[in-house]
């Protein structure tokens, strides 16, 4: 079935950047934007933004938008994304999730979760 | 940004009783293609969310059909007919209408 691997847990400083990325499998990578969003431990799920694998456009949310880059490399059927000027407040499950449907109604499947820690 | 609101936020439920969660959202979610841009996702402990009902009342594949969702405009329902043990986790709504996406705080259902 459709599959997003992401890859594994990053522990960063203060001031550092970080870079996610989400290998799509058994699936047209070009045909679906991806979008991430994040979770902080025991909160709610916050929207980081979208990007389109065909033609690299991308939008992001107000937030992020000065800290944020979403990139892809369609040779390897991933997508990345870079997280910048890392504050404690940053620690938080970053997950990759696949649009389906029309204006990108739904999200499925999502990734497994990429655990980042932002700590001195 | 459209605000997702919730409720209950925490839901004990008895095994093989009925549940049911509402969302409401600040502004319609309709489409202009008819459609109501509005999911719902269970987060089991530890794991990603998994899609259960999109376009606010479509089972998505593989979801059992005590699940149900209804719905239009600014207020919605998801139902469990039947609760199962392994229904435990936060269910949340989330609209895809415009972005920013936006979710529900989550209601987290217990099972007695």
């Given at each position: 079935q459709v599959q997003l691997v992401q890859s594994g847990a990053e522990v960063k400083k203060p001031g550092a950047s970080v870079k996610v990325s989400c290998k799509a499998s058994?699936?047209?990578?070009?045909n679906n934007d991806i979008n991430w969003f994040r979770q902080a431990t025991g909160q709610g799920l916050e929207w980081l933004g979208w990007m389109n694998?065909?033609?690299?456009n991308r939008g992001y949310a107000q937030k992020f938008q000065d800290r944020v880059t979403m990139t892809r490399n369609t040779s390897m059927s991933t997508a990345y994304m870079e997280l910048r000027s890392?504050?404690?407040?940053?620690?938080a499950v970053y997950y990759c999730a696949r649009c389906v449907g029309v204006d990108c109604a739904w999200f499925h499947p999502w990734g497994q979760g990429t655990l980042v820690t932002v700590s001195s | 940004d459209i605000v997702m609101t919730q409720s209950p936020l925490s839901l004990p439920v008895t095994p093989g009783e009925p549940a049911s969660i509402s969302c409401r959202s600040?502004?319609?979610?309709?489409?202009r293609n008819g459609d109501n841009f509005l999911a719902w996702y269970l987060q089991k402990p530890g794991k990603s969310p998994q899609l259960l009902i999109?376009?606010?009342?479509n089972r998505a594949?593989?979801?059992?059909?005590r699940f149900s969702g209804s719905g239009s405009g600014t207020d919605f329902t998801l139902k469990i007919s039947r609760v199962e043990a392994e229904d435990a986790g936060v269910y949340y709504c989330m609209q895809a209408?415009?972005?920013?996406?936006t979710f529900g705080q989550g209601t987290k259902v217990e099972i007695k």
């Open positions: 058994r699936y047209t990578f070009t694998p065909n033609s690299g890392l504050k404690s407040d940053d620690t | 600040s502004q319609s979610l309709l489409h999109y376009l606010a009342s594949s593989g979801v059992p059909d209408l415009q972005a920013p996406r």
